[in-house]
């Protein structure tokens, strides 16, 4: 986590033409489980 606490994160939710439910899931999932790790090393 301490990559994360020093690089801004960019996310591409449609990149490479990926369909937009797909793209929503790996948001939603950044949102729930990646987010808090983070925010909890913080």
Same mark, same amino acid.
């Given at each position: 986590?301490?990559? /994360? *606490?020093?690089?801004?994160? *960019?996310?591409?939710?449609?990149? &490479? %033409? =990926? @369909? @937009?439910?797909? %793209?929503?899931?790996? =948001?939603?999932?950044?949102? &729930?489980?990646? =987010? @808090?790790?983070?925010?909890? /090393? %913080?």
């Amino acid at each position: 986590m301490a990559f /994360a *606490s020093k690089t801004d994160i *960019s996310l591409t939710p449609l990149i &490479s %033409g =990926l @369909p @937009p439910k797909l %793209g929503w899931e790996m =948001l939603e999932l950044f949102a &729930s489980e990646v =987010l @808090p790790q983070i925010r909890a /090393a %913080g």
